[in-house]
């Protein structure tokens, strides 16, 4: 073989210099997507909480069968803190956009906690496992897979607007099979979008490294796969939950 060095004399020095960067790069998106997850998974444990305990003292029966207007109320909250949150994270400081974030996983927790009343507690389980276990297979392929997702995230994204108007609709017709329609949909549509959300927030650790607005993406980023994660336990549940009645 032959033996032969760069003639350049700053070659070793500019490769050493760009392993080093290349390493401090791989150990930030580490780092950054842990704080993501950790974000996320605290928000959904917070959640599973609140709604447990507010249905198991009572409360959660009291308010939304005697008090519809209240319990109305409550469920547009968690509507009301993802429109504040999105439209206004460039104006909150981080710490601010924190609170709100933990301040939307508690109102998430006081609307959810109706499952308790439909569903049986073994269903629930068994949707959050299967979800989990979904999530994470999910979430690793978006994360490790080479193959761009935003053709794939865009579609997702007009399918879920349309999976909005047929659940309105459906409000009113009471349709049986629309309603198993939307729920194999809605699972599909969620579980597409935690591999592209996954994806794009890798993604973006490129653009806010070292900036002040790293960690208003790690709670916005942890705020989308949360939304996703949510989304799809709930449709998980609606397909194969088993009602308490």
């Not at 047929?166 to 049986?176: I, R």
């Not at 916005?220 to 989304?231: C, G, R």
């Amino acid at each position: 073989m032959a033996n032969w060095s760069d003639p350049r004399p700053n070659a070793a020095a500019y490769s050493a210099g760009a392993d080093a960067r290349s390493a401090a790069y791989d150990a930030g998106l580490r780092s950054y997507m842990l704080s993501v997850y950790n974000y996320m998974a605290s928000a959904v444990l917070l959640t599973g909480i609140i709604a447990l305990g507010f249905a198991a003292s009572g409360m959660a029966e009291q308010v939304f069968r005697t008090a519809p207007l209240i319990g109305f109320a409550l469920k547009l909250a968690p509507l009301g803190f993802v429109f504040a949150l999105s439209f206004g994270q460039a104006r909150m400081s981080p710490a601010t956009l924190q609170a709100m974030f933990w301040g939307f996983a508690v109102a998430m927790g006081l609307s959810m906690s109706t499952i308790f009343l439909q569903y049986t507690s073994t269903s629930i389980a068994g949707a959050f496992f299967a979800t989990a276990a979904g999530f994470a297979g999910l979430s690793l392929y978006g994360y490790t897979t080479k193959r761009n997702l935003t053709a794939l995230g865009s579609f997702l994204i007009v399918g879920l607007v349309g999976l909005i108007v047929a659940s309105l609709v459906n409000v009113f017709l009471h349709s049986g099979p629309l309603s198993l329609v939307i729920s194999v949909i809605g699972v599909l549509i969620f579980a597409g979008l935690t591999a592209y959300d996954t994806q794009r927030t890798k993604a973006l650790y490129a653009e806010v490294a070292g900036t002040e607005w790293e960690s208003r993406s790690i709670i916005m980023s942890a705020l989308n796969l949360y939304l996703d994660f949510i989304n799809m336990f709930l449709f998980i549940l609606r397909l194969f939950g088993s009602s308490r009645n």
